[in-house]
């Protein structure tokens, strides 16, 4: 189980995003982040354990942005770990995901043969870098899941 939160706002939306964290909790314990855009790119704050370490996170490195996601996890595959957190993000892509991708290891297997680096042991991760392959093929974000998505098994 993990608990999902998306906010388009018109100030910084990370208090919120966290304040939604806090209301869906009790669906993941082990970790939780957010990601938002930023002028440059994609930014996040992530941490291991209960929420309120995230919250520590964002006390001394505040997170702007007008747009995010956020998630708290209840592991699956990968350890209860920072690295293990979601959002996932490579390049420009970010990404959070409820469920088990049950073919991620050859995917991954996959991805590595092309020279992909992973940050965490997660089923999750493998999605942020095939949809990054498409963006970077040309696709725009969503003709760039949907030719990702056919490739996931599971849910």
């Not at 939306?13 to 314990?29: F, P, S, T």
């Not at 309120?52 to 007008?66: I, Y």
């Not at 209860?80 to 490579?90: L, S």
Request: hydrophobic share 40%; proline share 5%.
């Amino acid at each position: 189980m993990c608990g999902i939160v998306g906010i388009l706002g018109n100030d910084d939306v990370a208090d919120r995003l966290l304040d939604g964290l806090k209301r869906l909790e009790y669906r993941g314990y082990d970790s939780a982040g957010i990601a938002t855009i930023v002028d440059d790119g994609i930014a996040r704050r992530r941490a291991s354990g209960k929420l309120v370490n995230l919250g520590k996170v964002l006390a001394e490195d505040p997170l702007p942005g007008l747009v995010g996601i956020a998630h708290t996890r209840w592991a699956t595959h990968g350890g209860p770990t920072t690295n293990n957190a979601h959002p996932h993000a490579t390049g420009e892509v970010a990404l959070v995901h409820n469920g088990i991708i049950e073919n991620f290891k050859p995917l991954r297997e996959e991805l590595l043969a092309r020279g992909r680096v992973f940050e965490s042991e997660t089923d999750t991760e493998i999605v942020a870098h095939l949809v990054s392959e498409q963006v970077e093929a040309g696709l725009d974000p969503v003709a760039a899941v949907k030719a990702v998505l056919p490739r996931l098994h599971g849910a």
